[in-house]
């Protein structure tokens, strides 16, 4: 397993571009997981897709549903803590941008 692909994954999210082969790279893990290959305990599956997901949808341009990567992000904590980290997310989103989330600009 490539241990680094999460970090560079997100740093070609946050720059807009496949900056270190990203898509070449999850082939492998990605059929894997598929096939059942290799196994992660639930909420590090939940990262890994929500991560692989975010890079495909703001380094690709792929058409992935926000609530799909932020639905998956969130299945990484237990259903508590979920609601508290979205709670305060939606909260710094309408104090950032008035409320208007299309105006909160590149992924931080």
Not at 46 to 69: E, H, S, T, V
Request: aromatic share 8%; hydrophobic share 40%; proline share 6%.
């Amino acid at each position: 397993m490539d241990v680094e692909l999460p970090t560079d994954a997100l740093r070609s999210a946050r720059a807009g571009t496949d900056l270190a082969d990203i898509a070449g790279r999850y082939l492998e893990p990605i059929t894997a997981l598929q096939d059942d290959d290799l196994a992660f305990p639930d909420p590090v599956e939940f990262a890994f897709y929500a991560i692989y997901n975010c890079f495909r949808k703001y380094a690709r341009g792929d058409d992935i549903p926000d609530w799909l990567i932020v639905n998956q992000a969130l299945s990484v904590h237990d259903d508590r803590e979920a609601v508290s980290r979205l709670t305060r997310a939606i909260d710094e989103v309408g104090r950032t941008t008035s409320g208007n989330a299309e105006d909160a600009g590149p992924i931080r």
